[in-house]
């Protein structure tokens, strides 16, 4: 089952336009991950939020998370071509508690930065 | 450091051949898991394993079998490949229970 759907599936900006790319759960979570993933290569962790944070900043990334409405958002701004990317958000279920790296993965945003 | 070294990157097998993924990593973490991704269905979690010796089953287990004898090993065997096995599979570990997952670059495996 797919716990993350991303929204939007695909978005092509210019260089320098902010990125924002949307993510929403369905149950109740201990936190809540995003990654990156280049063409043929494998993910790469940009940002964790924990679920009694609201924001959490990373250089040119933010990230929110609003656990009443179950969604996140990722923002890039001033984006480059090199964030060109695959963008995921991932989530690990509170039920049982720790997650041991079983993750939930939406079905990602494929971003494209134009220079 | 190597990180996590997956290989091979690329496997065509044919229906009902079996063949063993290998999966290492360097880190000393404790927490290794197997994903495979499909086109539009983001990855999902076929066996995960909390140290050596203890494994687990994910979503998508069927077909599948695992064992993990070290802490840096974690192989992923196919006992009879399917044309639905056909894939990029991912594996990935991590130090904490909750702490971000470091992957490898994937196998793109085929079966015909």
């Known amino acids: 089952s797919q716990q993350g759907e991303e929204d939007p599936q695909a978005l092509s900006i210019q260089e320098g336009e902010n990125a924002t790319m949307n993510c929403s759960y369905k149950?109740?979570?201990?936190?809540l991950q995003w990654y990156r993933q280049n063409s043929g290569r494998g993910l790469v962790h940009l940002i964790l939020?924990?679920?009694?944070?609201r924001e959490k900043h990373s250089g040119r990334l933010r990230v929110t998370l609003d656990t009443s409405k179950k969604s996140s958002s990722l923002l890039i701004t001033a984006s480059r071509a090199a964030d060109t990317a695959s963008y995921f958000c991932a989530t690990d279920a509170r039920a049982g508690g720790t997650s041991y790296g079983k993750l939930t993965f939406g079905q990602g945003t494929i971003l494209t930065v134009h220079p | 450091n190597a990180g996590v070294t997956q290989t091979p990157k690329f496997q065509v097998l044919k229906t009902g051949q079996s063949m063993t993924l290998q999966c290492a990593q360097d880190?000393?973490?404790?927490?290794m898991s197997w994903y495979r991704q499909d086109p539009g269905m983001g990855l999902r979690l076929i066996h995960y394993?909390?140290?050596?010796?203890?494994?687990d089953q994910g979503e998508v287990p069927n077909g599948y079998n695992v064992s993990r004898s070290t802490t840096e090993d974690f192989p992923l065997r196919l006992l009879s490949a399917a044309p639905s096995q056909t894939s990029v599979y991912f594996c990935a570990s991590s130090n904490y229970p909750d702490s971000p997952l470091h992957f490898g670059n994937g196998t793109r495996l085929t079966v015909t």
């Open positions: 149950t109740s979570i201990n936190n």
């Open positions: 939020i924990r679920s009694n944070e």
């Open positions: 880190m000393n973490h404790e927490y």
């Open positions: 394993s909390v140290g050596a010796g203890i494994t």
